[in-house]
């Protein structure tokens, strides 16, 4: 049973750009979520999708957006890349029925922004 | 707004040694408590997770924790350190019962010295 897997694993962009990052959630998960977590830092709630619906919102700009398919993968975009966007992206899932909160996570995209 | 400090940024214990990580909480109504460990390069595991059933949580790996409402504290123990436990531990509230935001600690780095 595969978990989360989130791709790429790395990249590297400059200032202005945008960028894309993805997600399939683990088997029998409807429910997907990001995190951003900075140098150091613990990660914090950028959005939750459900039913391809933007479900959640973190307190991050519009900059920030996302989507979820049918298959309940998921995309995480960001435009207008900043110098504080470097940071690990986590991608969560869970089921929605039954859920207690706990989460799984995918290793994450490790983003660098010069 | 829910939140969790976690006390202690780094903490050093030698290999046997008790392991206790702090965590307290903000909530304004009765949370969901979790801990999370994460290796190095690697994503976010679930060590264990309070959801108002026994105040006292065992998980994996021989990690307990101990919901003390009275406190607003939900700290991480483990009698015997072993060096395979040198990791970052964050502790987390789920914010609200409709979704999956969690709000995590700054995270408590442990370093386990042979």
């Known amino acids: 049973d595969a978990g989360v897997t989130q791709s790429p694993t790395h990249l590297i962009k400059t200032r202005g750009q945008q960028v894309t990052l993805r997600c399939s959630p683990k088997s029998g998960h409807d429910t997907v979520s990001w995190y951003q977590q900075a140098l150091g830092q613990g990660p914090q709630f950028i959005f939750q999708?459900?039913?391809?619906?933007?479900?959640q919102r973190g307190n991050f700009p519009d900059r920030f957006s996302g989507h979820q398919y049918p298959n309940y993968s998921s995309e995480l975009n960001v435009n207008a890349l900043l110098l504080g966007d470097s940071a690990l992206y986590l991608c969560a899932s869970s089921p929605i029925q039954g859920n207690t909160g706990e989460l799984f996570f995918g290793e994450g995209s490790r983003l660098t922004v010069l | 707004a829910q939140s969790v400090t976690q006390l202690g940024s780094h903490v050093s214990v030698s290999e046997g040694a008790l392991v206790l990580l702090r965590c307290n909480y903000s909530s304004s109504v009765p949370p969901y408590l979790f801990w999370y460990v994460q290796y190095p390069n690697q994503g976010l595991q679930l060590l264990l997770k309070y959801t108002s059933a026994a105040t006292l949580v065992k998980g994996i790996n021989g990690f307990e924790a101990e919901f003390k409402k009275s406190e607003t504290s939900f700290h991480l123990t483990k009698p015997s350190a072993h060096m395979s436990d040198a990791a970052e531990y964050f502790c987390?509230?789920?914010?609200?019962?409709?979704?999956?935001?969690?709000?995590f600690g700054g995270g408590t780095r442990l370093m386990v010295k042979p």
């Open positions: 999708y459900y039913e391809e619906e933007e479900r």
């Open positions: 987390a509230v789920r914010t609200n019962n409709a979704g999956n935001m969690l709000t």
